[in-house]
């Protein structure tokens, strides 16, 4: 009686948070592959995951661009660009911002990697990255960095914005076993 009510009240549960966007799917995990996408960046060029297969590739979710600390990530990002190249990783930063914010906001900082546009939010959720508060969607700052086979190899849920591309650096150099 009791498991049958515990089940009840679980399924209740799931579908009154469901339509808040709270409903739990399976989440990625490490050794996953990778979701397939393909968005434009801020140029309005298609890009693709298969296009970075044979390289490490940083993606990163964030939530609006020109905002205190999606810039602060971005610049860092920016600022850390030769140090990422080296250990041969791309970066792609993801929002659902649209193709022409993409474009003001990598002008303004001179952002040198893609910002890919995903306003409906289809690639944010399938990472699992979305918040979804019924009349506000945006991305959640969330990283995965994706082997050069197109497997998850490390993710991020929860990301300091002023520490996250130390971490993001130091983890490459151990999946990479440069260590």
């Known amino acids: 009686m009791r498991r049958h009510a515990l089940s009840l009240l679980a399924g209740l549960l799931g579908t009154l948070v469901a339509p ?5 799917e399976t989440p990625l995990t490490v050794g996953d592959a990778a979701p397939a996408f393909t968005l434009p960046d801020q140029q309005g060029e298609s890009r693709s ?6 390289q490490w590739l940083v993606l990163y ?9 999606c810039t602060t990530e971005a610049c860092s990002f ?21 193709v022409a914010s993409h474009a003001e906001f990598a002008r303004e ?16 959720e399938r990472y699992g990255a979305l918040s979804d508060f019924l009349v506000v969607k945006f991305a959640k700052r969330q990283t995965f960095i994706i082997d050069p086979v197109g497997n998850i190899a490390k993710i991020y849920r929860k990301v300091n914005p002023e520490e996250h591309v130390r971490d ?12």
Request: no cysteine.
């Open 20 to 24: 808040l966007g709270l409903a739990a």
């Open 61 to 69: 979710f964030y939530p609006k661009d020109d905002t205190p600390g």
């Open 109 to 124: 900082y001179e952002l040198p990697f893609p910002l890919l546009a995903d306003p409906e939010g289809e690639v944010v």
């Open 78 to 98: 920016r600022d850390n660009i030769n140090r990422l190249i080296a250990q041969d990783a791309a970066v792609l930063g993801v929002s659902m911002d649209s």
């Open 168 to 179: 993001v650096l130091d983890d490459l150099k151990v999946l990479r076993g440069d260590t």
């Open 49 to 54: 995951l298969a296009d970075y297969h044979g």
